[in-house]
């Protein structure tokens, strides 16, 4: 076949490749330039057909695109990775062969490196690019006819032998091999034996004519002739040529009605003259008069001399140029034997306006002199437009969109909980909170009380003569809570136990309500009994979205600051004390809040002797300085047997050391407020 194949992905390059395929036809002719391996019959094998097609060109062009590498099919695999993928086979085979394979890339397109292909074509990587760009289409496609006519052994053009379908193709042989012009010349003399022989068959069959003309007469009267029924065209099939001599082959192919074609020679280990290839393949099935092309073996002593190829350039490293200004970056990569390409600029607070942030490739890639390496560049943000965050607990939906509206702001993600606390279909929370400063155009969330569901009715277990402790896990197995704990003298029960409940025993109430317990204590004169629980902490914490905290969230963080305060308060006692734990992460700030402004109903329902309660939450503020929203601590002492209250307000700062975010500001401040009320914890 000969001259130059098109390779290329119908998904990638379909019109890029179309436009070179015109302008290399314009240059070397329509038969010389290949595009597509088409007409591929049924049954025949693809693979065969592929490394027939590619294998007989002079110089493969493998198209390269945005997507040449990743590719998927309709299951989502890359088809790079098919061994069936046409791509992969016709590069796989040009490669195999020792063809001339020229990636042309396309559309700002980096060479392919060693690891991003298959094993069969991990030597596309070494193979020097040419880039062809569509503001540069002339110039670059002229160089690249430039390289294929150094490739090609010459101008394709139609030779006057292929108007005689009689006479073989042979193309002209180099001067200093002359075993290919010998075999050449042989296969000459014998198709012109073949055509001479032909002449004496047409000059015999005139004579016989003239002998036999009565005869002749008799058969045309009694057969019709043969413009009116012409014999069928049958199909030959092509023989196995591999492996016998170049006189023989022609012979062979005379007998069965066939034409050598092209005859091309390759050094070879077999006897010179022997046919090594041959196009199409054995088994195929031509019209009568067909040609096939041979390839016969040459001495490797004389091979076919082909232009060296120049050496390829060793591959230069790319360089890290993220953090570097714009110039900084361009002398570097000059620095290097690169190129600086396409620079994108995008919008960023964390990165110096003007420096690199992004580069492609990376950097440490291995890249050919010369290529270029895109850039993405910090553009400093404008200044944002601030809004104040309105109150929208107790409006509708709609009423609290309308009132976002008016700010600049919009409603986010609208989320209901059953509660209480407000009227059903209201808005009972709010996030960010009331307040704050925020970039207009911030979408704010809104929590939607509805009605509670009706709970279920469960019976009061009995609890009289019981401990608190058993008294509170009886109730928590039926799903009921504690309620108003009472105190009363009592000798006929131990102290600390129940003696009396309300609800009482077997009552049907709903799921979750409590029961108020009455607990029998020592007369006086008597030492008391210690109860179950003796200090209570409480502790919450309330992340927001604020860089600073991390990603903190509240369940988790209120954990932490329970460990953090206990381990401290444990430290700081003056003798073993019973702890207990109260993180209760889903609790609103508010409602805690509420319970400590109640510290008898708070202390009963904890059983507790102190209650000790520690709180985090961002403060508010209308500025732009970060630290102007750092948290503040709040520390609360409640002394159950007087009512005494003790508080303390300490603002957090965030550190490097830190465990957790404002972890060690906040354990200053509770190990001060521990050793204050240090008496406390006897």
């Excluded at 695999?77 to 020792?98: S, V, W």
């Excluded at 073996?297 to 390829?312: D, G, M, Q, T």
């Amino acid at each position: 076949m000969g001259g130059i194949f098109i390779s290329y992905r119908r998904e990638d390059s379909a019109g890029h490749a179309g436009r070179l395929f015109d302008r290399l036809q314009e240059r070397f002719g329509k038969d010389h330039v290949f595009m597509d391996v088409a007409g591929i019959e049924p049954g025949v094998d693809f693979v065969e057909a592929i490394d027939s097609a590619v294998g007989s060109c002079d110089a493969l062009i493998v198209v390269i695109g945005r997507k040449w590498l990743t590719c998927t099919d309709a299951a989502g695999n890359r088809r790079l990775d098919d061994p069936k993928d046409f791509i992969r086979l016709e590069t796989a085979t040009a490669l195999r062969r020792g063809i001339r394979v020229i990636p042309v890339l396309i559309q700002d397109t980096a060479m392919p490196t060693e690891k991003d292909l298959p094993e069969d074509i991990v030597k596309l990587a070494r193979r020097q690019g040419i880039e062809i760009s569509d503001g540069h289409w002339g110039s670059d496609t002229e160089a690249l006819i430039e390289t294929l006519t150094k490739v090609l052994p010459g101008e394709a053009k139609p030779s006057p032998a292929e108007k005689n379908p009689e006479t073989p193709i042979i193309p002209p042989a180099p001067e200093k091999n002359r075993l290919v012009w010998l075999i050449s010349t042989i296969t000459a003399v014998v198709v012109a034996l073949g055509g001479l022989l032909s002449t004496i068959d047409s000059v015999k069959n005139t004579f016989s004519g003239l002998f036999s003309s009565q005869s002749e007469k008799r058969i045309e009267t009694t057969a019709p002739s043969s413009a009116e029924t012409p014999p069928p065209q049958v199909s030959v099939v092509v023989p196995n040529l591999i492996g016998i001599s170049l006189d023989a082959a022609v012979a062979q192919l005379r007998r069965e009605r066939l034409q050598p074609g092209a005859v091309r020679g390759r050094p070879e280990d077999r006897s010179p003259g022997t046919v090594v290839e041959q196009e199409p393949a054995a088994g195929s099935r031509l019209d009568p008069g067909s040609k096939v092309h041979l390839v016969v073996a040459e001495n490797p002593a004389e091979p076919e001399k082909r232009p060296e190829p120049k050496p390829e350039p060793e591959p230069v490293a790319v360089p890290k140029l993220v953090g570097l200004s714009q110039e900084n970056a361009r002398a570097a990569l000059k620095k290097a034997g690169l190129a600086m390409g396409k620079v994108r600029q995008v919008e960023s607070r964390q990165a110096k306006p003007g420096t690199v942030i992004e580069q492609a490739p990376p950097a440490g890639r291995p890249l050919a002199k010369g290529s270029v390496v895109t850039l993405v560049v910090a553009l400093e943000p404008p200044t944002p437009v601030l809004a104040t965050v309105p109150k929208l607990g107790g409006l509708t939906v709609e009423m609290a969109r309308e009132s976002l509206a008016r700010e600049g702001l919009t409603a986010g993600a609208v989320h209901e909980k059953a509660s209480d606390l407000g009227r059903p279909g209201t808005v009972i929370d709010q996030r960010p909170k009331p307040g704050q400063q925020v970039q207009k155009g911030t979408t704010v969330e809104l929590l939607i009380a509805t009605a509670p569901a009706e709970a279920k009715l469960v019976e009061v277990p009995k609890l009289t003569g019981l401990t608190l402790a058993m008294a509170r896990e009886s109730l928590a197995r039926e799903g009921l809570k504690p309620g108003v704990l009472h105190k009363k003298v009592y000798d006929r029960a131990s102290p600390g136990t129940v003696i009396d409940q309300k609800p009482g025993p077997g009552q049907p109430i709903k799921r979750g309500a409590a029961v108020e317990l009455v607990i029998a204590a020592a007369s006086a004169g008597t030492e008391p009994a210690a109860t179950d629980g003796k200090v209570t902490v409480i502790a919450q914490g309330e992340p927001t979205a604020r860089r600073f905290w991390e990603g903190a969230k509240k369940p988790a963080y209120s954990a932490m600051m329970a460990r953090l305060y206990s381990d401290i308060l444990k430290e700081s006692a003056s003798a073993p004390i019973e702890m207990k734990i109260d993180t209760s992460g889903e609790r609103d700030m508010r409602v805690l809040e509420k319970m400590l402004r109640d510290p008898k109903r708070l202390c009963e329902s904890t059983g507790a002797d102190i209650v000790l309660a520690a709180r985090v939450q961002e403060t508010f503020a209308s500025s732009s300085v970060e630290s102007a929203y750092w948290p503040e601590l709040r520390q609360t002492a409640i002394v159950c047997n007087s009512g005494r209250q003790f508080d303390q307000r300490n603002n957090l700062s965030p550190e490097r050391i830190d465990k957790f975010p404002f972890e060690k500001t906040m354990a200053e401040a509770m190990q001060k407020f521990a050793r204050e009320y240090r008496h406390l914890l006897k």
